[in-house]
């Protein structure tokens, strides 16, 4: 069955048509002439699965506003209401589970296994804030004597939430569970390369109680809707997630308007191994960063900085682990999928050839994939004898690539891992748990991992130091980012 077919099969599940257009109050806006259509392919064949209409400028303006229209009434909703809408969404999203996970594979490439964690993840976010919606408040402060103060945290308005193209459902779930939970208004833009599961998932919110146009979809470029959605004079706070350049652009938008944003814009997340640390379950963590999504993740740790003292023995063991990782067709659920694009693969491929050609040594992989389909695959790669000054030691990769650089002293390992422009993640394996707390304060990095490196839960704030970003997401700390403060003071006579 070829991807074409199966795809249709899918979307006919959920109620979508073969060309997807802008969603408003969980319904298609056509009442414009479409623009020409946009193809979205899957990653493991270049087989055209779906096209979208671009929202027009005006259709972008009809979502915001309506979104607004909506946002006034759900605002002043019991908040223990809002948790049970939001506990709705979250039963909806565990029933239509294998539909989703299967859309999203062949959407984005990742395994089905990945696709479907994805999307108890996301059902998990709308859980997480059911449950905190009617218990997220502001505090009473003391005063002088015949003065009483509190604070409270008020909705901010319509958020636009822009979002990227590795883990479309779950990136989605995570900015606008926490915003919807505390009386917001949400338009999303998902990436142009993955808009499936985004539309289906809109519809799928209002089916289950979710009132009609709290959550819009405008569907296109970065540079024509995303610019009509950041720009739209009702839009109160910006969260984006992609690359730094188009987060400096996105950031200037919102210094302009005076608006809040969140920021999310990459890693390059070290690892420091040291010589007692437990060496299998650190070479694990390093070859999951080349699992996951392909290695297309801005969390991922991409720098091994391994003591020189089982430098050695540590690169044998990370070869074990990588050598021999099945790639193929998502939907077959191997161990590693596609990249998105056939411009993604090259970039990668050109990365690890700079790297061989500067001195690096590949011990595994290092090449296409060769895989029965016309996709984007790489082998899954580890790079030894990596130094700090390789571009591939110090540019995001977004590939399933490996680095592993040897130290001789922790104060010269800690220099290197901080030597980045970027500070989204970092870990450290030792048993020594002085050095690792030691470390983990040293790191410049929003988050750290001690003897271990993998998604932390729904309950852990997630952003980053220096160019990996602004703002907080997960936790409570995002639904602190999606109110705004108001101090109120008063004479008591």
């Known amino acids: 069955m070829t991807d074409s077919i ?5 979307l006919a599940v959920m109620g979508l048509p073969d060309v997807l257009h802008t969603v408003v109050a969980g319904d298609w806006s ?12 899957d990653p493991a064949t270049g087989e055209v699965i779906v096209r979208f209409a671009p929202s027009s400028a005006d259709q972008v303006d009809v979502a915001v506003h309506s979104a607004q229209e909506a946002q006034r009434q759900w605002t002043r909703r019991d908040p223990a209401d809002r948790g049970r809408v939001l506990l709705r969404i979250a039963d909806a999203l565990r029933s239509n589970a294998d539909t989703l996970a299967r859309l999203e594979t062949l959407d984005c490439g990742k395994p089905l296994a990945q696709a479907a964690a994805d999307i108890a993840l996301s059902a998990r976010y709308f859980e997480y804030y059911a449950g905190a919606a009617d218990k997220f408040g502001g505090e009473t402060i003391p005063q002088p004597t015949g003065t009483f103060a509190y604070t409270a945290h008020e909705a901010l308005g319509v958020v636009a939430h822009i979002t990227p193209w590795n883990a479309p459902l779950s990136q989605l779930t995570r900015g606008i569970a926490p915003c919807l939970a505390v009386g917001n208004a949400v338009v999303v833009k998902p990436s142009e390369l993955t808009p499936i599961t985004t539309v289906a998932s809109a519809r799928i919110f209002v089916e289950a109680g979710l009132p009609a146009d709290l959550c819009n979809v405008v569907l296109g470029l970065g540079t024509t809707t995303g610019e009509a959605l950041t720009h739209h004079p009702l839009v109160r706070h910006i969260t984006f997630t992609g690359s730094v350049a188009a987060g400096r652009r996105v950031g200037a938008v919102a210094a302009e308007r005076i608006v809040g944003i969140n920021l999310e814009l990459g890693g390059k997340s070290p690892t420091i191994v040291c010589a007692d640390a437990d060496l299998d379950s650190a070479a ?27 430098h050695d023995r540590f690169v044998e063991l990370v070869a074990e682990r990588i050598d021999g990782l099945s790639v193929g067709h998502g939907l077959d659920d191997p161990d590693v999928g596609p990249l998105i694009s056939a411009r993604q693969k090259a970039k990668v491929l050109g990365m690890i050839g700079d ?24 082998q899954p790669t580890l790079l030894a004898d990596v130094t700090n000054d390789m571009p591939v030691a110090r540019q995001e990769i977004f590939g399933p690539v490996q680095s ?14 901080n030597d980045t422009e970027y500070g989204l993640s970092a870990g450290v394996f030792t048993r020594d748990i002085g050095r690792a707390h030691t470390v983990a304060g040293a790191l ?12 932390a839960g729904v309950e852990v704030p997630f952003g980053g130091y220096k160019n990996s970003g602004l703002g907080r997401e997960k936790g409570m700390a ?3 980012h999606y109110t705004q403060l108001k101090s109120v003071i008063m004479a008591i006579p």
């Not at 056509?30 to 392919?41: C, G, I, K, Y």
């Open 6 to 10: 199966t795809a249709a099969r899918e």
């Open 30 to 41: 056509v009442s414009e002439p479409s623009q020409d259509l946009v193809d979205v392919d």
């Open 284 to 310: 694990q963590a390093g070859a999951l960063a080349v699992i996951r999504n392909s290695g297309q993740s801005c969390f991922a740790t991409t720098r091994l900085l391994v003591d020189r003292a089982v």
């Open 355 to 378: 790297a061989a050609s500067s001195g690096a040594r590949v011990v595994v992989g290092g090449t296409a994939a060769v895989v029965d389909s016309a996709g984007h695959f790489v």
């Open 404 to 417: 592993i650089l040897a130290f001789d002293t922790l104060d010269e390992a800690i220099d290197v891992a």
């Open 444 to 455: 410049q990095a929003g988050q750290v991992q001690i003897n271990r490196y993998t998604g």
């Open 478 to 480: 995002a639904l602190r």
